[in-house]
């Protein structure tokens, strides 16, 4: 088995990756795009909340989106549903999408930069056109 470093598991997955910047994040909702906060509620506490996305935290990421999951959400409709995930900065997202793109989910992408790159670029209410969920249980009160 061949050993990777983490800089080397995340090359890996963001050559996968057709990443989206901040500034692409507008034009990626209005077409149907689906933003994915994966930070941890605690991180969500400090950093603040990103208006319009669906949160979903890491550890349960691929149940929820995974079309033939029985603990998937009703957004997971198909292996076609654009997702962006969005972590703090732009890593762990790189790490989780690259995982939804192996289970088929062949336009799943995350945001370069994450939360702190919308909060810099002053994008923050960029989603809130996006369906709302305040958390994955409203999401899955759908199914």
């Known amino acids: 088995m061949t050993r990777l470093t983490i800089d080397q598991m995340l090359e890996n997955a963001r050559a996968q990756l057709d990443r ?3 500034f692409e994040l507008p034009e990626a909702i209005e077409r149907g795009a689906i933003l994915v906060d994966i930070r941890p509620q605690a991180q969500r506490g400090r950093e603040g909340t ?6 979903i935290e890491r550890n349960v990421l691929e ?3 995974d079309p033939t999951s029985s603990a998937r959400l009703a957004l997971a409709a198909d292996h076609d549903v654009e997702w962006i ?4 900065e732009g890593y762990t997202s790189s790490l989780a999408a690259a995982a939804l793109q192996q289970l088929g989910l062949h336009r799943a992408t995350d945001l370069v930069g994450g939360y702190q790159a919308l909060k810099a670029a002053g994008l923050l209410n960029v989603a809130v056109g996006a369906p709302h969920f305040a958390r994955e249980a409203d999401a899955l009160a759908l199914l």
């Open 85 to 88: 995930v969005v972590c703090s």
């Open 20 to 22: 989206i910047y901040a």
């Open 50 to 55: 990103l208006p319009g996305a669906l949160v």
């Open 63 to 65: 149940w929820r989106l």
